[in-house]
Each structure stands twice: as C-alpha cells, then as structure tokens.
C-alpha cells in the first residue's frame, strides 16, 4: 500500500503539472506571449517534478492530444503568424523522420538514397540489397549462419561495375553527414547483411578462441581484462549487435553516442564514444572480409593476425569462395578506417568483453574551474580518473546571470565507471534523465524546438544553461545512473538527435583549451548578427588509433563535436564558420561529421599516413570504389 505522504506527493505532482499545461494550451490558444517560457516551465516540471512514470503518462497524454491532423495544423496557424517563411513550423506533416528506413530488395532501379539528414541523395543507376538477413527481422534469424550467397552475390556486383568503367559503394544506415556514401552508379545496401551473429572460432589461433588477456589503462591504473572474438555481419546495426551480444553474455568495448549506425558503416569514417583509455570503434577489429577490386575477396588482419593460415588454407569454403588471407600491418590500417573505398566490408571479428554495468554520475561546473583543474592535473590524468569522461559546454554566458553576478560558464561533466569499480549511492536510479522530457518524448517537440529558438534567439544561453541543469542527475532526490553498459553510453538525447546538426573536430590534448576559446570567440562574434548555436558543444576524449585515416591516429585526441538544431537561422553559417577556423589552427575532421567541402590539403595535414592509404586504396579497393567525395582528397 503507498503511504499516506507518496499519496500527497503524487497528487501534487499531477496538479503541478496539469496547471503549467493548462497555461500553456491557453497561451497558444489566445495570446502566443512568452510561449516559448510555457513550453520551457512544462518541460521543466517534466523532467524536475515528476517521477519516470508520471512523466511517461503525460508524455503519452500531450502526445495523443497532438494526434490529429486538425489539431497539429491549428498549432502550426497559431504560430506561424507573422513568422518568416525560413522560420515556420510545419506539424502537420505525418512523414516523420525515421532512424530505421528500410529499402526494397526487389527494387533495383529508380530507387532513391538519402543520408538521414537529407542533405546529400542519390539516384544511382542500380540499388542491390544483397543478403539473407533481415533489418526488419533481426530478432528471428539464425544467427550463427555465415551468408556465402551474398559474398558471391557483391563480388559478381564489383565485376560488373568494373567491367563497366562505374563506380560502386556500400552504404550502412546512413548517418554519415558528409557526401561520403554517396554514388550515382551501384550501391550496395547492406541492411539484410546482418546474419553472422556468433563467438568467432572458425580457424582462429588457440590462444583466442576461449578469450585472451588484453592490458587496460582505466581510472590511471593499468589492470588485465579477458576479452572475446565476436563475428557479426557487415550490415548489422549497433543496436542489434548488441542485443545478439548480450544474448551470449558479452558487450561493446564501447560504442558512439547512439546506435543507430550499420556496424560497418561506423567503423569506416571512425566513430567514438569517449574513454581516453579506449579507442574508436575501428581500434576494436581484430579481422575483417571485404570484397575489394576484382570482385576478390580478402580477409584483413595485422601481422601475427588472430587466423591460423594454414588452417585457412585446407578449409573447404576458402578455397571455393577463393578468399585470400592478407596478415599485414599497413594493409590492416588502412583498410579498417576505408571510408568506403577499400571494397564492401561483409563480415568483422570485433573485440568484445563480458556483458558489464556502468555507473553515470553528471555535474554541473563552472568551466573556468573546471579548466583551472585539469590544466593542474594534466589532462590525460584527469579525464583517466574514469573509464569515460565528457564535457558539455555552454558556448555562452546568460548575459540575464551575469548582471546578477554569476557569469560563470557552465558545464555539465559525465562520468562512468565499471560498477564494481564505485561505490553506488543508495538512490541511484535505473532511468536516466533524458536532455528534456519535453523533447524526448512529445512527437511534436522535435519540429517546434527550432520555433522556440528563432523567436526568442536572446535566451538561447539561458536555454542552454537550463538544459543542461536538466541533464543533472535526478534533481528532486539525487543519486546516479546504473544500468547496463549499452544503456549508459547511450548518449539518451532521445528525438532531440533527429533535428540536430553537427560538426565533429579532433585535437590533441594540449590543444584542447586553445579550441574551446575557439569557438567560444567565434559563437560570441557570430551573437552581435542575432546567430546562434542552440546547443552546447561537447569534448570526448578517445585513445589513439592505427588506422591510418582514423581521427585518432596521430594521438590520444579530444574529439569536440559542435551541434545545433535544424531550422535555427544562421546555425549552418556558425557552424561552417566554426570548423574552418578550427581547421585552421590544425584540427582533425570527422569523415561523417563536417559541413566543408573536403579537400587533399586538408587531409594531408590531418591524417599523417594518408599517402599510405591511397597506395592501398589503389591495390585492394581501386577506381571503382572512388565517388565523387573520395575523388576530391585523392586529386
Ligand atoms: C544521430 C547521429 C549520431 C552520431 N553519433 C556519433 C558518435 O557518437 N560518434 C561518432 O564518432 N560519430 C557519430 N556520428 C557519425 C556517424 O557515426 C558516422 O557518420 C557513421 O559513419 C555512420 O554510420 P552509417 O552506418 O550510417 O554509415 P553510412 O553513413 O551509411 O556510411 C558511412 C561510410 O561508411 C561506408 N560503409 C558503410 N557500410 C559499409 C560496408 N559494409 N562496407 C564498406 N563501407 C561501408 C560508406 O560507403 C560511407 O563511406 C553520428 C551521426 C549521427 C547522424
């Protein structure tokens, strides 16, 4: 029986939250005045007042409230009034954006690709989704088996292509930002490459089959792990591989901020998450098959490689299917970070550990302090105090603080560790707050928030602050976030992601606090022009990498990723702006999140070993595999 007190709390709640609502369904119904501080009270009684399941039912109410069509188009009449066209709202479109398109295999001409974003399309001549798996069906495949068919199938593809002077390409779930997937001839959609979901034995060295020792470098204290071999499909999204993980007791090292990327795809253009003691995604392939030119089929490894050659050699499949085992460092590197143009990756034996939990603990700081601090402890040491350590920063003051005199700036640090490794407060939680429960979960949010911006572009450092003082753990009672790995390094920005923007720069740890002046000069310069970034930038720290063109390469690098919202004036500029003066003053770009046009310049000076690269390009990938992005680095 709930107590007396919970019974009070919850009807306090309820009230609460029914009266913000109340006021803010009559702003839009009569005056429209200070709307945007309406949406911000509901989203903040939301996410601060509420329990997780009394905000789950409101969401669910507000959300079948905004269902129909009439309802959405009165809104949008409401606010669209003397609104510049570029700056509209538009709700009543049902079309939404959607993580998970799935392509027609049946289809193969006349068919269109976009990235996520839209920014970037093909028609190409031919679309093949070759593959006995299933996107759709991931759950009810046979896991184990390994899709020779469809080896067969892409490397007849890439002779044809060959044969007839076209250019050829993989994608994966494309959430590539850049023109790096794009092709107008063939493309291979890998979604239903997604079948092989199993422990890798198969003509692996002893010494790995049942795990093997790996050194780790976590909280400054250098410890051996047991690590396992995991062999998954090219297409395979993250998310699903981590399902088929954690079914056989396993998980990621590691992953990116979410996991809607094909594994493949993620692992091409070196996706992160943060860890200054683990690297990039790519760092965790210990082999992979890739058809490559000629329609050849190659399994890639480092010398002293996980595959025993000689039983590679006398196996059956092998010699029929003609797959050539290449041991070899310089290929290695430069065909696990290949940005599509090492051939298409069909299969990768990752490194992967026990399944684990990770403690989160975020805090607000202010960032002069913070900086003050990690410039006394050296970086590496102090964001090596936890397995994972990020920062979120407010690219500005609110100006309404600072005549209160707290000009600080804010920032939210996040932290994780093993769970064993902490001591778990009492009242940490099983559910995370999300950036805002109002943007998380209310279907229409994610189209009204650049409304929100734009009307009030003044606030923005005031909104930023206050969602990122939503971001701290559980106001109302405290405590952390414990959960299993995959959930805790979900990043958990919910819907917000699909109407966001970002670029992505790398620098080396002794430059990190000249590029966060950077940008903070730049955004403070852009203000006097009413531009804006709606959002805060953040700073991850990943370990160095071998790939040759991994953003990681030259060092353990901070990767500081810059986003804004979709639809807010002049955040494009502000970005573009952005990473041309962190380029200039030696910045590595992210291959999937960059608005500039690429050049050979630009990659010769970030990426040292890009001459290495090309020389393998030409022999294991070759002309085929080169767009119109590729073409423009090697001319
Ligand atoms: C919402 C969102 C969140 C993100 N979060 C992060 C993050 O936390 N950290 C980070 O570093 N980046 C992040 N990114 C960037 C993203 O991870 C990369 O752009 C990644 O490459 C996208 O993977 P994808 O499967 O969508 O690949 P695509 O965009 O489809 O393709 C990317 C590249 O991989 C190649 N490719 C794909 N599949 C294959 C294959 N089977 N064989 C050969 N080549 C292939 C393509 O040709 C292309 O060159 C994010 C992007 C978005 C939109």
Partial sequence: MPGLSSIVRWKKRNTVVSWVFLKLITVVIFSRKNLNNHIESLDDTLTHHCTEKNRTRWVNRINYLVRPKFIRRFIEDRLNRQIPFHERVVLSLDEELSANLVYDKLKKNRQRWSNWYGNHASEPLQFFVPGKGSIAK????????????????????????????RRIRAIGSGHG?????????????????????????NFIKNEYIDGFDVMVNYNNKKATEKHFLFETGGGTKVDHLIIALEKQGLALINKGGSGIQAIAGAIATSTHGSGIGIGPLPGMVRSMTLVGKGGQIFRIEPRNGITDAELFAEDAEVRTFGIQLIQDDEVFNSAIVGIGSMGVVFSLILEVQEKYDLYEERAMWDWDKLKVEMQETGVYTYVNKHRHFEILINPYLDNQKRQRLENARKCLVTTRDYSESCEIPRNAHKVRNYLSSFVSGIAISGRLSHWVFNKNNASIPRLTDNSLRRLVDHAEDGGGYHAPSYKVLDQGLGELKFYGYAIEIGFELDRVFEAVDLIIAVCEEAKAYEHYLAAPFSLRFVKQCSAHLSMMNKADMCMIEVVSVKGVTGTISLLMRLERELLKIGGVPHWGLSLLPWTSETVEHAFPHFQKWKKNQATYGGEAFVNAFVQNILD
């Fill in 177 to 201: 930002l850049t023109a790096v997937s794009q092709c107008e001839d063939f493309i291979i959609c890998t979604q239903d490459l997604n079948l092989t979901q199993r422990k890798a034995r």
């Fill in 138 to 165: 991931f759950n009810e495949l046979e896991w184990g088996e390994y899709d020779f068919e469809a080896l067969v199938e892409i490397s007849g593809k890439v002779k044809m292509a060959e044969q007839e002077g």
